[in-house]
């Protein structure tokens, strides 16, 4: 729920009950009033009528101006005045009349009289009525101008709350620049965007510092292996060596190769989570399956594998060249390193997307963890554990959906995108 | 052919110096980017390696410089930093080649040699090892009156012994010279030796004598004797 629409919430339900204590309130004090002024007119008029008698005599034969109607009961003796609300009925099947009477006696030349003189009151349905349509024009009344008010408040007033609110939205933990808040002269919205910049500033700097550190390391790392490496093989083109010293020195390269290996794709790992691939351009994948194919080519005969590919042409997506490469690199060379000697690899790219199957031993860790780094199958004992969470990663990256499953046989890898 | 290094490690900088004076080039070291300006600027080189990292400033400006002399050394940039962005600077500003560390001495040594090749304009673009010639603008191997067909990798894999020649190349900086860092190298060995076996059948068929030396459990020596 939009803030504004929350506040004028509230607001529309404190105006009806205030509107409705009000109407209440109002009916009322209206009635009592309008009871009040009737009394008093009835009393006039019991006055204008004692004088008249007083001054004639007698009774006045017509309906006297400014005067209700009257009625005259002849009496005996005096009676007091009384003054009474009642209801009067001309006919039991309709509705009384409420009337507000007053009795009182007068002696004429002729005796005394009883004199009634009756005024219609305003009826209460008639009263609420009239105030509910009061009322209930000054709801819509001040309704239509909260919402004016609060409009035209959120557009000046809130403008740079929103404006906040839009500008951390683009907010990129990769960006190179800090945000820059329009000013405000609402020290709330201050505090605000003096918070919100100091904490984007902290996660940028926090970034830029583990990103430069992350390269930093690896840099620092990779020289000491390249003096390390170079060193060996240069030992290893000594003459003098016997064939057991060239066999330690050359295993010594290998496992140095693999710590190069591993201290690389550490990095690249990182450098993917951190998104510093960020240029992706449309590539052709058809194209470049079957380049890749074809470098892998001498590993798959070597293997003996039977290769069964349905490449649909020109099938472009959208990634970074160097990216794509390690995927296809990862998939295609897991699918050739874990099959069996004679073994399938099923190759199927179309427009949605591209499965690679091969045939193979069941795996003997859980499923589940195959993704994970470090993770690896104890029937690949030199593997880094590596590939697939690379590949994973970057399948991450561009939103494409990564799935396995082992089906009679087969190695399932799919790739959505 | 004189080449110079420009390489602030300077453990790593003695074994590149002393493995390339073993090929019979003259190398001369500098440590720092000032020395480096005076050297290039008093002599001139065949081919100049340079760090990117350097103590006093980035090794690129030894590009720029190089360029603007109109110099026609051949440049290899030497670097840790696997950053994409350098790799692409130092390839527009004029380098002929891009080296990330660590890499194999041998594998620098190719480099160095196609580099020097490609540099040596209207000489004898032909290379001769004991039978074979190379003719590397066409991509021709001939032993004798016979051409050969290689594969391209089969081809590189020539090139890779002749370059090094006389040397023992263990098995990973071959398959990585083939393969490049993106496959596991424990994945490329398997297939190595398919490629070898394949060259040298097609070698041998020519009746060219077996220059490929197999040492066991370390990796292979290409030599005439």
């Given at each position: 729920m939009k803030l504004i629409n929350k506040a004028t919430r509230s607001f529309l339900i404190a105006c009806l009950m205030a509107s409705i204590a009000g109407g209440v309130l109002c009916y009322f004090i209206l009635k009592k009033i309008l009871a009040e002024e009737d009394t008093e007119r009835l009393y006039i008029q019991k006055n204008k009528l004692e004088d008249f008698v007083k001054t004639n005599g007698k009774l006045p034969e017509n309906d006297l101006p400014f005067l209700d109607r009257f009625w005259v009961y002849p009496t005996k003796n005096y009676k007091p005045v009384?003054?009474?609300?009642?209801?009067?009925?001309?006919?039991?099947?309709?509705?009384?009349?409420e009337i507000k009477q007053i009795a009182f006696c007068v002696k004429t030349a002729d005796g005394y009289y009883q004199i009634k003189i009756r005024k219609a009151l305003y009826e209460s349905e008639d009263?609420?009525?009239?105030?509910?349509?009061?009322?209930?024009?000054?709801?819509?009344?001040?309704?239509?101008?909260?919402?004016?008010?609060?409009?035209?408040?959120?557009?000046?007033?809130?403008?740079?709350?929103?404006?906040?609110?839009?500008?951390?939205?683009?907010?990129?933990?990769?960006?190179?620049?800090?945000?820059v808040f329009e000013k405000s002269n609402i020290l709330e919205f201050q505090t605000l965007q003096k918070n919100l910049f100091s904490l984007t500033e902290q996660v940028r700097r926090e970034y830029q510092s583990l990103k430069s550190f992350t390269e930093n390391a690896s840099h620092e790392f990779q020289t000491p292996l390249a003096v390390i490496g170079s060193n060996l093989e240069l030992l290893l083109q000594d003459n003098n060596l016997v064939e057991s010293q060239m066999q330690q020195i050359a295993s010594l390269i290998e496992s140095l190769g693999k710590l190069s290996k591993l201290n690389q794709t550490l990095l690249l790992l990182t450098k993917i989570e951190n998104r510093q691939f960020e240029t992706a351009k449309s590539i052709n994948l058809s194209e470049a399956l079957f380049e890749k194919l074809n470098l892998l080519d001498v590993w798959i005969q070597h293997k003996n594998l039977v290769l069964e590919s349905y490449i649909s042409p020109n099938i472009s997506i959208q990634i970074n060249e160097y990216l794509l490469d390690v995927l296809l690199n990862n998939l295609l060379g897991n699918a050739i390193k874990y099959n069996l000697i004679g073994g399938k690899i099923n190759i199927e790219l179309n427009?949605?997307?591209?499965?690679?199957?091969?045939?193979?031993?069941?795996?003997t860790m859980p499923t589940e963890q195959l993704f994970e780094r470090f993770q690896k199958d104890s029937s690949a004992s030199d593997s880094l554990g590596l590939g697939l969470a690379l590949v994973k990663q970057i399948c991450d990256t561009y939103s494409f959906r990564l799935s396995y499953v082992f089906e009679n046989g087969w190695h399932i890898l799919s790739v959505v995108f | 052919m004189k080449i110079l290094l420009i390489e602030d490690e300077k453990a790593l900088a003695i074994t590149i110096q002393k493995f390339l004076l073993d090929e019979s080039y003259v190398c001369e070291w500098v440590s720092n980017l000032p020395d480096a300006e005076d050297k290039i600027g008093v002599y001139e080189y065949d081919c100049v390696l340079v760090d990117i990292m350097l103590p006093n400033g980035s090794g690129l400006s030894i590009v720029e410089q190089l360029k603007k002399q109109q110099s026609s050394a051949g440049i290899i940039i030497i670097s840790a930093k696997n950053a994409l962005d350098d790799k692409i600077k130092g390839l527009d500003l004029g380098a002929d080649d891009y080296l990330t560390k660590p890499f194999h001495l041998t594998e620098l040594n190719s480099r160095v040699k196609s580099v020097l090749r490609r540099r040596q304009f209207g000489g004898n673009r032909e290379i001769i090892f004991g039978e074979i010639k190379i003719l590397p603008d066409s991509k021709e191997v001939w032993v004798g009156t016979k051409n050969i067909i290689l594969t391209r990798k089969e081809y590189d894999l020539l090139m890779y012994f002749v370059a090094n020649s006389n040397r023992v190349l263990p098995k990973s900086?071959?398959?990585?010279?083939?393969?490049?860092?993106?496959?596991?190298?424990?994945d490329t060995f398997d297939f190595l030796y398919s490629h070898i076996k394949n060259l040298?059948?097609?070698?041998?068929?020519?009746?060219?004598?077996?220059?490929i030396q197999t040492l066991y459990g370390v990796g292979y020596k290409f030599s005439l004797t």
């Open positions: 009384e003054l009474k609300d009642t209801v009067l009925r001309t006919n039991p099947h309709h509705d009384g009349l009263l609420i009525e009239a105030l509910l349509a009061a009322f209930a024009g000054l709801m819509v009344l001040l309704v239509g101008m909260l919402l004016f008010a609060n409009y035209r408040l959120s557009r000046s007033i809130w403008k740079p709350f929103y404006q906040s609110l839009d500008l951390l939205q683009t907010f990129k933990i990769t960006q190179k620049e800090a945000l427009e949605r997307n591209l499965i690679i199957k091969n045939t193979g031993n069941p795996l | 900086s071959i398959s990585e010279h083939l393969y490049g860092d993106e496959i596991d190298q424990s040298r059948k097609k070698l041998i068929e020519a009746s060219c004598p077996d220059y």
